[in-house]
């Protein structure tokens, strides 16, 4: 979004206070700025500041529609639902950051197990950007949520490990370009 689009919401709505991960609420008639709005979600600067977090099923609030997640493959064979986990992991934003977990090299492997006919147990590792960080629960919620979701998906766990730490230099070429690194 090359923009920043000024909103006032709708309808009160729950946010998620970044980077802390602090739940909380914004009234309706509250003016935001649109700083970001990538993945299913939005992420909005108030009017007094604070950069929080707004889910796509409140996307109404923004006089928005949610974004519809599509999976490349219907099929459920196990490559057909690892190719979807990876689809739908790049779809999840960290917050602060206009780049996808897969590219910002924060996924370290996809586990697709057979359990039955044509249903699969998938096994995420990943990590964070900075040890601590108040979305880590909230991004390793979004990855989650939309595995679980796939044709296929039996049971998902997403692991978030620390070690080994995250560097910029785990980021796909793709990733620097857009943050400007190169």
Request: aromatic content about 4%; some cysteine.
């Amino acid at each position: 979004m090359a923009e920043k689009e000024t909103i006032i919401l709708t309808r009160d709505v729950n946010i998620v206070t970044i980077p802390d991960g602090t739940v909380g609420m914004l009234r309706q008639g509250m003016e935001v700025t649109v700083h970001q709005a990538l993945g299913d979600n939005f992420t909005v600067i108030t009017d007094y500041g604070h950069m929080v977090r707004i889910a796509g099923s409140d996307a109404d609030a923004l006089g928005k529609e949610p974004q519809q997640l599509h999976t490349l493959a219907s099929e459920t064979s196990a490559e057909a639902v690892e190719q979807n986990c990876w689809e739908v992991m790049r779809t999840v934003y960290d917050p602060e950051i206009p780049v996808n977990i897969v590219e910002l090299g924060l996924v370290y492997y996809c586990k697709v197990s057979p359990v039955g006919d044509s249903q699969y147990d998938v096994q995420i590792m990943m990590t964070l950007t900075a040890p601590g960080c108040g979305m880590g629960p909230v991004i390793q919620g979004d990855v989650e949520k939309g595995i679980r979701a796939l044709p296929g998906v039996a049971s998902v766990n997403v692991e978030v490990v620390l070690d080994p730490p995250w560097s910029r230099d785990m980021m796909s070429e793709v990733a620097k370009l857009q943050l400007g690194l190169y």
